[in-house]
């Protein structure tokens, strides 16, 4: 299996500053075929299912706004929250879908300072 | 819009048996694969493994292939996860999600989640 691995595992950040959590995996999820890397983010906020935020490591879903963005190749990836909003709080996640069993990062917990 | 509308919260005992439900709508359920996954109280997500109703075809993560079985009735556009002996450790939220298709395989509509209680 793949292990995903968050870091870190929570951070406080006032509004209006820039959130970065990082996601590493265990071997690549880059696809040579189509140089794709096959690194979802989601985002949990609490008492409600996961959102889909970016996938193809980069690759902002409809609807998401253009504050999140998504980085990073191979094994080493960056989900940045550009100005961090209230309604941000929530517990974010990364999956790879390289290969199954398609695993999540334990996930990283970001709050308001 | 797309929706995936999962079967209420149960509770049970050890050793008894459950199905629960994941019912699409607004989009044809059988050209889209389902995922299964678990979240333990106030822990993190959990894949379980996906099927695709148009086959049965299916894929479970070796933490969970034996411990559960994933359905489906396309005539009913329904998913199921079912388990034949509940244990304490199954007390989880569990969600269907579907996957997106056209190789990009990200859960982009989710359930509501069924929590699962198994407590004597």
């Known amino acids: 299996d793949i292990v995903m691995t968050q870091s870190p595992d929570s951070l406080a950040v006032s509004l209006g500053e820039r959130a970065t959590i990082n996601c590493k995996s265990s071997q690549t999820v880059l696809h040579r075929s189509n140089s794709k890397n096959y690194l979802a983010w989601y985002q949990q906020k609490a008492g409600q299912p996961p959102q889909l935020l970016i996938y193809w490591a980069s690759t902002r879903e409809s609807g998401v706004p253009d504050r999140f963005s998504g980085s990073g190749s191979g094994t080493d990836f960056t989900l940045t929250i550009s100005s961090l909003q209230a309604e941000d709080v929530a517990v974010y996640y990364c999956?790879?879908?390289?290969?199954?069993?398609?695993?999540f990062g334990q996930g990283t917990k970001v709050e308001i300072k | 819009e797309v929706q995936l509308v999962q079967s209420g919260a149960e509770v049970k005992k050890p050793g008894e048996s459950l199905r629960i439900s994941c019912k699409g709508s607004?989009?044809?359920?059988?050209?889209?694969?389902i995922a299964w996954v678990r979240q333990m109280p106030g822990k993190g997500l959990e894949w379980m493994g996906i099927?695709?109703?148009?086959?049965?075809?299916?894929r479970y993560s070796p933490s969970f292939e034996g411990q559960v079985t994933m359905s489906v009735d396309k005539s009913i556009s329904t998913a199921y996860l079912q388990w034949t002996s509940l244990k304490a450790s199954d007390t989880a939220i569990y969600y269907c999600?579907?996957?997106?298709?056209?190789?990009?395989?990200?859960?982009?509509?989710w359930g509501q989640g069924t929590l699962v209680t198994v407590s004597s």
């Open positions: 607004k989009y044809n359920f059988t050209n889209y694969w």
């Open positions: 099927i695709y109703p148009g086959d049965s075809d299916n």
């Open positions: 999600a579907r996957l997106r298709g056209s190789g990009t395989y990200v859960s982009d509509y």
């Open positions: 999956q790879q879908y390289y290969s199954t069993p398609w695993t």
